[in-house]
């Protein structure tokens, strides 16, 4: 509690603080409609002398000119042009005009108007910001036999910390001892615990990405029922949450493509409203009308045609769709991301650890052609350890584990061939190890009966592996790697909501890649591509103009996500790169987000629409209404910020989106 209390003073919003705090943007706009009133009653009643009206006219001026004025000046430096800028020309004009009173309700409404509508955006990106405010201030550094309470700041790489019961854990890092069930939802947005427990062997710590993801915790997230003693892996600056929160400030400075339309529409607007309205203010040049009634014309019309609600209407629904991803464990990078992502037709994954769990069983390792066994295993386990493929460390793994083959380390100059196997020597002999593809390349044959064993083990969906030694083929391994239970219900879950292929895309034999689109349904499975054949693929269906999403773990597949038109990264969490290069990231590694992104992000397609239409025809039914005379400065200034508050509420629904 007293953690979140200082951090309340010192993270408060300061773009428009001042003498009343958070709110005094609010404060002034009320109290310019006080004077206002004031004003408008003094005006009626008999005996106030008219200049003590005009002085509440004016202090309404005041409170409700000051941060318009402010904010105006400061779009003029930065060479912007914008709408608080026409709104104090108007007030300004009214003054000329001598309908002070006017002018006072103008600038009452319009800052009214526009405290309300950063309030509301503040709600957006508040949900955003309180991520930031997750991780701890303080850790339990373990010191020898002691603790002590340091700041998260000061501590270093590969500290000891320790996490107490039910507290947030302060670190990046590994878990050295003890086991606990943590609650990692401010991340994930997975609201089941997560079981984690120590890594058996510290003495050789491979890097943060590729451990493995039951012995990691990640600042931020919730200790369960047990004590827990973690190694710290990433200083605070690079904790995975520090990230997350730098990466979502900067969307919001990434314009989406609506966004940009809409800019462009300003820019020809805005000056043809300005030529408009100054042409107006000679109007009684021309017909018979005073000068005041032409400029007060002209101020009604400027007021009408500010596009306000325009120019908050898609932002106010992209920081409220990508807030709302952000508390579900999804990252959205970007307006641009977010229209793509609701533009989807066609989705890509890939497969292993994708689709499938991503965690290989060896099943089968058998020597051929009357290789000795345990010489064969121990080749394999020499080689294969040397690789840091996922194949790879599935086979060690469980060589190690179930096969009790020991590394003797005689291999050397290992060497992978990208989407086929890995090459190495072995006691004076090359040996490879990979796919059918390699060994034809290498001119080592298989045997026509051992071919249609591999061929029946693929059909049952297990990826086969040949060993070739010293131009020979001596055995074959054969790994499976399970589909994801949630795969099927996702698939099709997207194929309802309406995404018509969905395909897989794996340096996989066409046969495996046959069965596991059989097992979970997807309408395509393109097998035996190597990395670029990928790239190539998502290329054909972008140039056909399908909007396409290639999902996959953002590391090996970088360049193929990079060419779709949203890059989808999954587990994101434990990794910088995938976060780094996916346009959305799933922090969880839970394919189910995805129907929830989809439709998140077509539902802030539509509000932005509706947005759009609303801000456009409020402004095409004021511009007429205001020049011939049917609405005043008070009824446009009135329908002009009812109708941006409108506008910004209706974003806001996109806080509470859910997937029905
Ligand atoms: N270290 C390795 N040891 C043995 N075989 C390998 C190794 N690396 C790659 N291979 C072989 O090359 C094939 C293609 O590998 P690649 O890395 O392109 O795909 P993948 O990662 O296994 O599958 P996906 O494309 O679905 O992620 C594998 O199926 C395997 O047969
Ligand atoms: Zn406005």
């Not at 089941?192 to 050789?204: G, M, R, Y």
Request: aromatic share 6%.
């Amino acid at each position: 509690m007293e953690h979140q209390h200082d951090h309340e003073k010192h993270n408060h919003n300061h773009d428009h603080g001042g003498i009343f705090g958070k709110r005094t943007e609010l404060y002034f706009a009320i109290l310019s409609g006080v004077f206002f009133l004031m004003g408008l009653i003094l005006a009626r009643v008999p005996w106030a002398t008219p200049w003590v009206s005009l002085v509440c006219y004016i202090l309404a001026y005041v409170f409700g000119g000051y941060f318009t004025l402010l904010e105006a000046i400061g779009k003029i430096r930065k060479g912007e042009f914008e709408i608080d800028f026409l709104m104090i020309v108007a007030a300004i004009g009214a003054a000329y005009i001598d309908r002070w009173g006017e002018g006072a309700l103008l600038l009452f409404l319009f800052s009214l108007g526009h405290s309300l509508e950063h309030y509301a955006m503040n709600k957006a990106s508040k949900s955003i910001k309180a991520l930031g405010e997750l991780s701890p201030k303080t850790a339990l550094l373990k010191n020898g036999g002691d603790l002590k309470e340091i700041p998260v700041e000061e501590l270093r790489l590969n500290d000891i910390i320790v996490v107490k019961p039910n507290t947030k854990i302060a670190a990046d890092g590994v878990v050295v001892k003890g086991s606990s069930s943590i609650d990692q939802s401010s991340i994930t947005g997975e609201s089941i615990p997560v079981d984690k427990t120590a890594i058996h062997d510290i003495s050789d710590l491979p890097q943060f990405e590729k451990l493995d993801p039951s012995h990691v915790v990640f600042t931020g997230t919730i200790n369960g029922d047990s004590m827990l003693e973690v190694q710290v892996l990433k200083l605070n600056a690079d904790a995975t949450i520090s990230r997350l929160v730098k990466m979502i400030n900067e969307v919001e400075t990434k314009k989406s493509p609506t966004q940009l339309t809409t800019k462009k529409f300003e820019k020809w607007f805005v000056p043809i409203v300005v030529v408009l309205v100054i042409g107006l203010c000679f109007l009684h040049l021309i017909i018979d009308e005073t000068v005041q009634d032409s400029l007060y014309r002209a101020i009604s019309v400027l007021v009408a045609s500010s596009p306000c609600a325009l120019a908050i209407s898609t932002p106010s629904a992209v920081i409220s769709g990508i807030a709302r991803a952000a508390n579900k464990g999804v990252i959205i990078k970007g307006g641009r991301a977010l229209e793509d992502l609701g533009s989807l037709t066609t989705i890509a994954f890939d497969k292993t650890g994708t689709l499938t769990e991503g965690k290989p069983r060896l099943i089968n390792a058998i020597a051929l052609n009357g290789y000795d066994k345990k010489e064969f295993l121990e080749l394999v386990l020499d080689v294969e350890s040397l690789s840091d493929h996922p194949l790879a460390r599935a086979i060690t793994k469980d060589l190690k584990d179930e096969y009790k083959v020991e590394n003797s380390n005689r291999s050397s100059n290992m060497e992978a061939i990208q989407g086929k196997g890995v090459v190495g020597q072995y006691n004076g002999g090359h040996i490879y190890i990979g796919n059918g593809q390699l060994m034809k390349e290498k001119g080592i044959q298989i045997l026509e009966e051992i071919q249609d064993q591999i061929d029946q083990l693929q059909k049952e969906g297990q990826t086969i592996m040949l060993v070739g030694y010293k131009q020979r083929a001596i055995g074959l391994l054969s790994v499976m790697d399970v589909p994801r239970k949630s795969a099927a219900p996702t698939l099709e879950r997207l194929r309802k909501i309406g995404i018509k292929q969905l395909i897989m895309l794996t340096g996989d034999h066409q046969n495996v890649a046959d069965s596991i689109a059989a097992q979970i349904g997807l309408t395509e499975a393109k097998g035996n591509l190597l990395p670029e054949d990928k790239v190539k693929a998502i290329g054909e269906y972008v140039n056909k103009g399908i909007k396409i999403a290639m999902v996959g773990d953002g590391v090996n597949d970088a360049p193929a996500m990079a060419n779709s038109t949203v890059g989808i990264a999954m587990g994101a969490a434990g990794s910088d790169v995938a976060l780094e290069t996916a346009d959305v990231a799933l922090m969880s590694d839970r394919i189910e987000s995805l129907p929830f992104v989809i439709g998140l992000s077509r539902k802030s397609k539509s509000i932005i629409k509706q947005n759009l239409w609303a801000s456009m025809g409020i402004v095409a039914f004021l511009i007429p209404a205001t020049l011939f005379g049917f609405a005043n400065i008070g009824v446009a200034v009135a329908i002009h910020e009812g109708s941006t508050i409108l506008v910004v509420i209706n974003a806001l629904r996109l806080l509470r989106y859910n997937l029905d």
